[in-house]
């Protein structure tokens, strides 16, 4: 919900202080949950990712579809 600024010349009431920090608190904590899911979601890639790999399906210089990317030589340092 939006609402006016505070008024310059007057100091604002308990009420509308409240307001303010209930307002912020539940903006941080919808923030702070948004984090934490995406930094799960990463996690759980992460580790399908690893089993993949630990199963074989996804050999080191090799794209998802099991060929070899574009700049990916054998034998190639640089």
Do not use: C, K, N
């Amino acid at each position: 919900r939006l609402a006016l600024p505070f008024a310059e010349d007057a100091a604002p009431s308990s009420d509308e202080l409240r307001i303010a920090q209930a307002q912020l608190v539940g903006w941080l904590e919808g923030l702070i949950q948004g984090i934490q899911a995406t930094l799960f979601a990463q996690q759980m890639a992460a580790q399908q990712q690893l089993a993949g790999m630990r199963r074989g399906e996804l050999e080191p210089g090799t794209e998802p579809g099991g060929r070899p990317g574009p700049d990916m030589r054998p034998g190639t340092y640089l």
